[in-house]
């Protein structure tokens, strides 16, 4: 070894700047050799194998030697033979005839042996054999090296070049191929493979095409595509592999547009194209989503020069995931129905096209046709894992639960890869026990597992139940990765949490992800959702450096999202003087929707004028927002406009514009508006509709929409149910409303609420409580919708002492709040009875008097003529809604209805002079069946 290394250092004396590619000199590598490769060899049948010198009897011909006793040919066939066909026990006694005729010290016949072995499946005798020999040349150490490679021990490999390196033996460029294929298997080998570059241009060996392409194919597995390209510049001879290694190593390392550029290279060199580079450039052009600038163009190459037919199935598949992937999924069924010999890499591919279109139906009906017409093709892990992501997504429990039996059947090697996709269906659907008893019963857990069954509760509210789960993977010491901590901080939802928030904070500090943006951003969107608001601004301030769009994103959502309005509408602010980052459509949408709740236009405007200005009015998700603000500040006109300005609209658009027209007392458009859909109706849109017809009175059009949702099997949502209760109930048709309350197989509080109103708008102020009676029997708790529609109820039956009851008694037995609705249908309540005085009294306990309560009460005054008090009500609500016309005329009726003509002129010429208008009520009469 001495020898070996003084040598070699003598014979590299040359100074870094001579190398183009900027390695480092071998005699630099010498430590890195010593102390890196050779502990890889940890193979004990090596250990036993480098042994100490060799006996004198040990000592074998070289290759050149010649042989002529009797057999040795018929031998050598037989060797031959045994490598094309291996067979152990034929191998075993033809060895044992070379050994009696006495030829194993032939060079080529013991390495024929020595692949024959390996090719049988019996790696430890081609180790056997190979230390047995003394005298061994380059050909039988690349033997060896590539029998190891075969076998899948890439250790070993590495371990015999080293050896080699350490014995003196002269290698070629085949030896450095070897190892450079072995060093591709094993992770982090960057510099190792820096090493043996370094030991092949030193020895002159890259003129090799071959050590070349094994080079360029290596570096851009390791990450390294700079020196790939280096070595590929710097070879003189670029055939077909080298240019196939670029354009793969491009798009392995995520730089389609660059593996286009040598695919277009490599065609204007006159390189012929072939089935790999097609493909690959295919593969690029999807990536980049480009289908009819570049994916088109390749497809008609690829017909040109017949790469699109049946022995090519590889560009077929290609071309069928880009075609699909960019929605073009007729032309990608068409293609894949074209392939006459498909495999399963072609299945997958238009299974996953399908379930990426959102067409789950022809996903799952392509994989009962691969399974029952293409019998000899089955569903492999792949495939399980395109469908059930599928079920996942679109929680479709029952298919999902489906393919868990087809798992056990026919898997029944365990994957955990499955194990884990099955998880997260599991848990996306709501059924986090199963993905519990999954997740314990999996012995060897990995870093996934525990991610995913620590988002499971997350998502299912279990909050608690994921932090615990967190420390016990601490406790089993294993190393949490980027998306352990995005997902054990979105537990943090609540001021609860905080002080586990503020331990996590420090954790993620400890582990080294303090400059991570993402780490950043769920830190800062965990302090909001905590209500610690300051803490969340000194983080923001603290990163100001490499703060971009999605950290002042997280701060302006989190806020909008837990109620911080004004605060989003001051961070806003505060971005636009940042002259580093500018909003997108995500801050735009936040910023809106804040406008929207704290019920100022401006903000809304102004950040519209913004989404002008930067074209993010053209995002449909803006769209969206601004048609419901608008539709919230009574403006139809500028939601229409913002509305037919919508170019790409989905359904959320139309909900939003029926939502907005219904809203602002314009069912009739609403309804017009719905018989021009250009898509099917969910859930929200029929909710809607229901509420638009409510409105109208209109029980045709609520017929009609009655028959389309059980057409469409939507009479199992329960607040379809309670729309429906609302409409025939407002229509007059209490009996329907009370069939529909009976046949529904699931009461939810909505369907509660909306039959408890249904009785109380017909006067059966007794049935409401019958009915509340009853929800609280089946322990759905009430909320204050409840309360309201029971008090209501109450007030038009002239249940005075049972409504009062109800209203003492709310927030001691159930525990819900007070709010400005209860205590108007209390004076309501009470006004209906004549008992104003006691009205009154119950307004002068209050502690706010909300002009909702003041304006009950002024109109029962009204209503009895008790000007007196009517004067003190009407002096408040003057002095709190001067604008309000409708106070004033009601206080002029109370003065006409008790002969006070003069102070009646007297408001009405106040009404005039302060140009006030009342809102004109109208009728409707449905003519209708």
């Not at 050896?163 to 460029?173: A, T, V």
């Not at 980049?288 to 560009?315: A, F, Q, R, W, Y």
């Not at 209906?832 to 119950?842: I, N, P, Q, T």
């Amino acid at each position: 070894m001495i020898r070996w290394a003084s040598v070699l250092c003598k014979s590299l004396k040359t100074t870094p700047s001579s190398f183009p590619l900027n390695f480092v000199p071998f005699s630099a590598y010498k430590t890195c050799i010593n102390r890196l490769l050779l502990p890889i060899i940890t193979s004990p049948i090596l250990a036993r194998l480098f042994r100490g010198p060799c006996q004198p009897f040990d000592e074998m011909p070289r290759r050149t030697q010649s042989f002529f006793a009797f057999g040795f040919f018929d031998v050598l066939d037989l060797v031959e033979l045994c490598k094309v066909k291996p067979d152990f026990r034929n191998i075993v006694n033809v060895h044992a005839l070379a050994f009696k005729v006495g030829v194993l010290g032939h060079l080529p016949t013991s390495t024929s042996l020595i692949i024959a072995y390996t090719r049988a499946g019996h790696y430890p005798s081609s180790l056997a054999l190979f230390g047995e020999i003394s005298c061994k040349d380059v050909v039988l150490w690349n033997a060896m090296m590539t029998c190891t490679i075969e076998n899948g021990q890439f250790t070993d490999a590495i371990s015999f070049f080293v050896q080699m390196l350490h014995e003196g033996i002269k290698f070629d460029s085949v030896t450095l191929v070897i190892a450079i294929s072995g060093l591709s298997t094993i992770t982090n080998s960057l510099l190792y493979l820096q090493a043996v570059h370094s030991l092949g241009l030193k020895l002159g060996l890259l003129s090799y095409p071959d050590l070349c392409n094994a080079l360029i194919n290596a570096h851009a597995k390791s990450g390294d595509l700079e020196s790939s390209e280096s070595i590929f510049m710097d070879s003189k001879v670029k055939d077909k592999f080298s240019w196939n290694s670029m354009i793969t190593g491009c798009l392995r390392n995520h730089h389609p547009e660059k593996s286009l550029w040598y695919f277009k290279n490599m065609v204007s060199s006159g390189t012929q194209v072939d089935d790999v580079s097609l493909s690959c450039a295919i593969a690029a052009s999807n990536s980049l989503l480009n289908l009819h600038n570049i994916g088109k163009t390749l497809h008609g190459i690829g017909i040109k020069l017949g790469l699109d037919e049946t022995p090519h199935v590889s560009v077929q598949n290609a071309l069928v995931s880009l075609y699909s992937k960019c929605g073009d999924i007729d032309a990608a069924e068409t293609l894949f129905r074209g392939i006459y010999d498909k495999d399963l890499v072609s299945w997958n591919t238009m299974i996953q096209g399908f379930a990426s279109n959102g067409m789950i139906v022809e996903a799952f009906h392509l994989l009962s046709e691969m399974q029952f017409i293409k019998s000899s093709i089955q569903p492999d892990t792949v495939t399980i894992l395109s469908v059930l992501s599928l079920c996942a997504e679109s929680l479709l429990l029952r298919e999902g639960k489906t393919i868990h039996g087809f798992f056990i059947k026919r898997l029944p090697r365990f994957d955990l890869i499955l194990n884990n996709s099955l998880m997260n269906m599991y848990s996306k659907c709501n059924q986090i026990d199963k993905a519990e008893n999954l997740f314990m019963s999996i012995k060897d857990k990995d870093l996934v597992s525990w991610n995913t069954m620590i988002s499971g509760y997350i998502q299912n509210g279990n909050s608690r139940f994921a932090q615990i789960l967190f420390k016990k993977l601490l406790y089993q010491c294993l190393e949490c990765s980027l998306s352990t901590v995005l997902a054990i901080l979105s537990s943090c939802d609540s001021p609860e949490f905080l002080k586990f928030g503020e331990s996590l904070h420090s954790w993620e500090l400890k582990l080294g992800f303090s400059n991570n943006i993402h780490a950043i951003n769920s830190l800062i969107f965990m302090y909001t959702n905590c209500g610690d608001l300051k803490a969340s601004y000194k983080l923001l301030q603290s990163v100001s450096k490499v703060v971009d769009t999605t950290c002042w994103n997280a701060m302006i959502t989190g806020c909008t999202q837990n109620g911080y309005f004004l605060e989003a509408l001051k961070t806003f602010n505060l971005m636009r003087q940042e002259t580093y980052t500018k909003p997108d459509s995500v801050t735009l949408v936040s910023v809106i929707s804040a406008s929207r709740t704290l019920e100022s236009v401006i903000p809304g405007k102004l950040a519209h004028g913004i989404a002008h200005k930067t074209w993010f009015d053209r995002d449909v998700r803006v769209q969206n927002v601004l048609i419901t603000m608008y539709g919230k500040f009574g403006d139809v006109e500028s939601a229409s406009l913002v509305f037919d300005l919508c170019v790409d609209r989905n359904l959320c658009s139309w909900n939003c514009m029926i939502s907005v027209l219904s809203q602002n007392k314009e069912a009739k458009t609403a309804l017009r508006l719905f018989k021009n859909m250009d898509f099917e109706p969910d859930e929200i849109t029929i909710v809607t509709m229901l509420s638009s017809c409510t409105h109208l009175g209109t029980i045709r059009y609520g017929k009609q929409i009655h028959g389309y949702i059980l057409r469409s099997n939507f009479h199992k949502n329960s607040f379809i149910n309670a729309a429906l209760i609302d409409m025939y109930s407002n229509c007059g048709r209490l009996d329907i409303s009370i069939i529909i309350f009976g046949s529904s197989s699931e009461k939810t509080i909505a369907s509660w609420n909306s039959m408890i109103s249904a009785y109380g708008f017909h006067s059966e102020g007794r049935k409401a409580i019958e009915v509340f009676n009853e929800m609280i029997m089946t322990k759905t708790p009430p909320t204050k919708t409840s309360f309201i529609n029971l008090l209501s109820a109450c007030g038009h039956s002239g249940l005075v002492e049972e409504g009062i009851g109800y209203y003492n008694c709310m927030l001691d037995e159930y525990g819900v709040e007070r709010v400005t609705e209860h205590n108007v249908c209390v004076v309501d309540m009470l006004g209906r009875c004549g008992r104003l005085s006691e009205a009154y009294e119950f307004i002068e306990k209050m502690v706010l008097r909300d002009e909702g309560v003041l304006g009950a009460m002024l109109s029962w005054c009204g209503y009895y003529g008790d000007v007196e008090m009517g004067k003190k009500v009407g002096e408040i609500l003057f002095y709190l809604e001067p604008r309000k016309a409708g106070y004033y005329v009601c206080l002029a009726n109370a003065y006409v209805g008790v002969g006070s003509w003069s102070d009646a002129v007297k408001l009405r010429k106040c009404v005039e002079d302060m140009r006030l208008k009342k809102q004109g009520g109208y009728s409707l009469v449905d003519i209708g069946l």
